[in-house]
């Protein structure tokens, strides 16, 4: 379900992408270090965003590392890391555990289920670390099966589910700035639910599965339906920056306000132009 707050690279300054590039590959050199290579297949996008939105706001130390990696071994790669950087690897291993058996109880995807089981054994660590965000993810769990199971359409419902637990992974430390901070990750969750929702509602009304969209891809025609989607990702989006422009940003506002304005927008368009051509 994640991975939808993306970059737009063509509107990106090149000192820009390749500090953008250095917080991605430090992310994933922390997942590595703590969790193998298990982990690394875990990052994705939005927990990279977590990390550059903690560190422009906090400002602490990192340190600045040059590695290889398994995707790219013959070139050596800039990776910043610390404490926010464990941070965001440690939630993405989270909400990854619980995504990937997701997965398996939608898909009976074998792969999945095999790489949740690798996961599963770093739980308890993650529960006594951070009770208060593997509780939030647990709630979520529990209450969107509860929605789903009742066949409860209503696109606030689904998708607040989603917002509540993304603003508990948003906030780092319950401090001076939690209020923007849950206010970004609350709207930034009902952003990622519904883009998803959106990526694989064709799928789902040929499956059966549950999908608040349904309702408005039947009744509408396509372009009115992709208008009706866009309106309401605007609003989340919306919303998300606005409380992101009250936070003291200055360090990397430069790449955070490219992945608010521009890039998640560019995902939609290539969602949209791939779903045109499914129908």
Same mark, same amino acid.
């Given at each position: $379900?994640?991975?939808?707050?993306?970059?737009?690279?063509?509107?990106?300054?090149? %000192?820009?992408?390749?500090?953008?590039?250095?917080?991605?590959?430090?992310?994933?050199?922390?997942?590595? &270090?703590?969790?193998?290579?298990?982990? /690394?297949?875990?990052?994705?996008? *939005?927990?990279?965003?977590?990390?550059?939105? #903690?560190?422009?706001?906090?400002?602490?130390?990192?340190? /600045?590392?040059?590695?290889?990696?398994? $995707?790219?071994?013959?070139?050596?790669?800039?990776?910043?890391?610390? %404490?926010?950087?464990?941070?965001?690897?440690? $939630?993405? =291993?989270?909400?990854?555990?619980?995504? #990937?058996? !997701?997965?398996? +109880?939608? *898909?009976?995807?074998?792969?999945? @289920?095999?790489?949740?089981?690798?996961?599963?054994?770093?739980?308890?660590?993650? +529960?006594?670390?951070?009770?208060?965000?593997?509780?939030?993810?647990? !709630?979520?769990?529990?209450?969107?099966?509860?929605?789903?199971? &009742?066949? !409860?359409?209503? #696109?606030?419902?689904?998708?607040?589910?989603?917002?509540?637990?993304?603003?508990? =992974?948003?906030?780092?430390?319950? *401090?001076?700035?939690?209020?923007?901070?849950?206010?970004?990750?609350?709207?930034?969750? @009902?952003? =990622?639910? #519904?883009?998803?929702?959106?990526? !694989?509602?064709?799928?789902?009304? +040929?499956?059966?599965?549950?999908?608040?969209? +349904?309702?408005?891809?039947?009744? &509408?025609?396509?372009?009115?339906?992709?208008?009706?989607? %866009?309106?309401?990702?605007?609003?989340?989006?919306? %919303?998300?920056? @606005?409380?992101? &422009?009250?936070?003291?940003?200055?360090?990397?506002?430069? =790449?955070?306000?490219?992945?608010?304005?521009?890039?998640?927008?560019?995902?939609?368009?290539? $969602?949209?132009?791939?779903?045109?051509? @499914?129908?």
């Amino acid at each position: $379900m994640f991975g939808y707050i993306v970059t737009n690279k063509k509107e990106m300054k090149p %000192e820009d992408v390749k500090r953008y590039q250095a917080f991605y590959c430090g992310l994933c050199r922390a997942l590595k &270090e703590r969790y193998g290579k298990a982990g /690394q297949v875990t990052l994705n996008y *939005d927990m990279t965003f977590l990390t550059i939105l #903690l560190n422009a706001l906090y400002e602490p130390d990192y340190r /600045q590392e040059r590695h290889a990696c398994i $995707m790219h071994p013959a070139k050596m790669h800039d990776m910043y890391m610390n %404490e926010i950087t464990d941070y965001a690897a440690d $939630m993405g =291993i989270l909400l990854s555990y619980y995504n #990937l058996m !997701d997965d398996w +109880k939608d *898909d009976r995807n074998a792969k999945s @289920k095999a790489l949740a089981k690798l996961l599963e054994q770093h739980y308890g660590d993650l +529960k006594n670390q951070y009770p208060r965000q593997v509780r939030a993810v647990e !709630d979520y769990v529990r209450e969107l099966t509860v929605c789903e199971t &009742e066949g !409860d359409f209503s #696109l606030d419902r689904a998708a607040g589910l989603t917002g509540t637990m993304m603003a508990e =992974i948003m906030l780092w430390k319950e *401090d001076v700035w939690e209020k923007d901070l849950r206010r970004i990750g609350f709207f930034l969750g @009902k952003f =990622i639910y #519904l883009m998803d929702a959106y990526e !694989d509602v064709i799928a789902d009304c +040929k499956s059966g599965s549950y999908n608040p969209w +349904k309702q408005y891809y039947h009744n &509408e025609s396509g372009e009115k339906f992709n208008r009706r989607v %866009e309106d309401i990702l605007n609003l989340m989006m919306a %919303e998300a920056a @606005k409380a992101f &422009e009250k936070l003291p940003i200055i360090q990397d506002a430069d =790449i955070l306000r490219n992945i608010l304005y521009a890039g998640s927008w560019n995902k939609f368009e290539q $969602m949209k132009r791939k779903r045109e051509k @499914k129908e």
